[in-house]
């Protein structure tokens, strides 16, 4: 057994080195966003409890000094209470990139952790050199259950929550085939937290070793997909909003539903560049009726659908002309759905007073200005 715990235990710190390395391609990422910084941090976490299980299992915590490993087991602590939120947070950030990501989802852990902090800041050396020379069998404190099983809760709500919103979209035919591998891996994430804990409190090291290989299989298979299906967590983010939409809808026409939906349609899937785009089609992909959406249009947006329309176009086409400079004027016109140049340059000036090619020519000569002003 004794042979086997060690295997495992270097099994996992190489899992930590794995998780480190693919937290830090986050942040040397190309242009990060903020689902590459939650999962950062994460991954950080997710890193440093893998070392802490691995370090343990090799026997090397014995050799740290008291102090060092009572600040390791505060960090191990709020490791483990970050992850939950994290992870909810990132998952949230790729299927919904619309959606205010609250920070209070993590008030509850940072609060967990300072009284962890201040808990084990009060023992004597005495306890501490006792969890250091075998903190599997050695006698805690209440308090130290009371900190995991914390951990492990923190842990399981956050992962059932994700784990639901999958199931809720697991018979979407768009998606079948990867939604249902990957509640196989949220379940394995699920339940490795708890055969760890289980396996610490009833002292069977063998049940906390399933949960250990558990969470090195489900670790990794977390980054893989997280790496080979990523545009697939954008995908099934729009069957999960569809299907919360319509639920609403069923309860009769939802203004702020409606009004999130439209939102997201035009600046996240930039619906308005379909060429074809009219009022029918906009309405079905609303599930709604062309009545309705005029209504909605006229009465809570003050606009028409065809100045609507226009309107994302040449927000969308101002800012092409600054940033792409590498594209020429009619192909940032088509890009965003206009038909013709002569229809982009009149819909253009209509809306802004210049013509794209002037529009962007004065936004440079303005800019060159501020840089080099005159003496």
């Known amino acids: 057994m004794d042979i086997a715990i060690t295997i495992i235990g270097y099994m996992i710190l190489a899992c930590a080195v794995v998780s480190f390395f693919k937290a830090v391609e986050q942040i040397i990422a190309k242009k990060p966003d903020t689902s590459n910084y939650a999962l950062f941090v994460l991954l950080l976490c997710i890193s440093y409890l893998q070392a802490a299980i691995g370090v343990y299992f090799i026997g090397a915590?014995?050799?740290?000094?008291?102090?060092?490993?009572?600040?390791?087991?505060?960090?191990?602590?709020?490791?483990?209470?970050?992850?939950?939120?994290?992870?909810?947070?990132?998952?949230?950030?790729?299927?919904?990139?619309?959606?205010?990501?609250?920070?209070?989802?993590?008030?509850?852990?940072?609060?967990?952790?300072?009284?962890?902090?201040?808990?084990?800041?009060?023992?004597?050396?005495?306890?501490?050199?006792?969890?250091?020379?075998?903190?599997?069998?050695?006698?805690?404190?209440?308090?130290?259950y009371l900190f995991l099983a914390a951990s492990v809760l923190f842990i399981a709500v956050y992962t059932a929550t994700i784990l639901k919103i999958e199931l809720s979209v697991r018979n979407s035919a768009s998606i079948r085939q990867i939604i249902r591998p990957l509640i196989v891996i949220t379940a394995g994430l699920l339940l490795a937290p708890n055969a760890l804990f289980a396996g610490f409190i009833l002292k069977w090291i063998w049940l906390t070793l399933f949960g250990a290989i558990l969470l090195i299989v489900n670790n990794l298979l977390f980054i893989l997909a997280q790496v080979r299906f990523r545009d697939?967590?954008?995908?099934?983010?729009?069957?999960?909003?569809?299907?919360?939409?319509?639920?609403?809808?069923?309860?009769?026409?939802?203004?702020?539903?409606?009004?999130?939906?439209?939102?997201?349609?035009?600046?996240?899937?930039?619906?308005?560049?379909?060429?074809?785009?009219?009022?029918?089609?906009?309405?079905?992909e609303l599930s709604i009726t062309p009545h309705q959406l005029s209504w909605f249009l006229n009465k809570k947006l003050r606009i028409d659908f065809r100045n609507f329309i226009s309107r994302c176009r040449?927000?969308?086409?101002?800012?092409?002309?600054?940033?792409?400079?590498?594209?020429?004027?009619?192909?940032?016109?088509?890009?965003?759905?206009?038909?013709?140049?002569?229809?982009?340059?009149?819909?253009?000036?209509?809306?802004?007073?210049?013509?794209?090619?002037?529009?962007?020519?004065?936004?440079?000569?303005?800019?060159?200005?501020?840089?080099?002003?005159?003496?």
Request: hydrophobic share 40%; proline share 4%.
């Open 61 to 144: 915590s014995r050799m740290l000094p008291a102090s060092l490993f009572a600040t390791g087991l505060v960090v191990f602590f709020a490791a483990s209470y970050l992850a939950g939120p994290l992870a909810f947070l990132y998952y949230n950030s790729l299927i919904n990139p619309l959606a205010m990501k609250s920070k209070i989802h993590l008030a509850p852990a940072v609060a967990l952790s300072i009284c962890a902090g201040f808990y084990l800041a009060s023992r004597p050396a005495e306890y501490l050199y006792g969890m250091e020379e075998n903190f599997f069998y050695a006698d805690h404190e209440v308090t130290i």
């Open 232 to 284: 697939f967590f954008q995908a099934m983010g729009k069957e999960v909003r569809l299907a919360r939409y319509r639920k609403s809808m069923l309860k009769g026409l939802d203004v702020d539903a409606l009004h999130d939906r439209l939102d997201y349609l035009m600046n996240v899937e930039k619906y308005y560049q379909n060429f074809d785009i009219n009022m029918k089609s906009t309405a079905e």
């Open 314 to 375: 040449v927000n969308e086409a101002k800012k092409l002309l600054i940033e792409k400079l590498d594209q020429n004027v009619l192909t940032i016109g088509f890009h965003v759905g206009f038909g013709s140049k002569t229809s982009f340059n009149v819909t253009f000036k209509e809306y802004t007073g210049k013509t794209p090619k002037e529009y962007r020519n004065d936004f440079y000569k303005k800019n060159r200005l501020l840089q080099h002003p005159k003496n």
